[in-house]
Nanobody, 113 residues
Framework: QVQLVESGGGLVHPGGSLRLSCAPS????????MGWYRQAPGKQRELVAS??????TNYADSVKGRFTISRDNANTVYLQMNSLKPEDTAVYYC????????WGQGTQVTVSS
């Protein structure tokens, strides 16, 4: 079964941290570069971090220095988010890069005091 399952979101105060996890299943994700995307209310979905199978990472300028993407040997993909800001509030999704048509349910991240 081809699917993506994201978890780890929640409500956090500004300056706080969260760690998101993504468990992809299906061969289309096995050797692909993977990324974390987010969609805030009223905005388009954007790619915030990506990682190749070899471990090369890239980040959007808005999260550089605060977010860290990683993946393990089981192909679980993580996003460590530190120094969170209210503007990081969004639903976060993982998918391959470039995106596939398969999307998970996402995980809500809310940064608010």
């Amino acid at each position: 079964q081809v699917q993506l399952v994201e978890s780890g979101g929640g409500l956090v105060h500004p300056g706080g941290s969260l760690r998101l996890s993504c468990a992809p299943s299906g061969s289309i994700f096995s050797f692909a570069a993977m990324g974390w995307y987010r969609q805030a209310p009223g905005k388009q979905r954007e790619l915030v971090a990506s990682i190749t199978r070899g471990g090369t990472t890239n980040y959007a300028d808005s999260v550089k220095g605060r977010f860290t993407i990683s993946r393990d040997n089981a192909n679980t993909v993580y996003l460590q988010m530190n120094s969170l800001k209210p503007e990081d509030t969004a639903v976060y999704y993982c998918n391959r890069v470039p995106v596939s048509s398969i999307w998970g349910q996402g995980t809500q991240v809310t940064v608010s005091s």
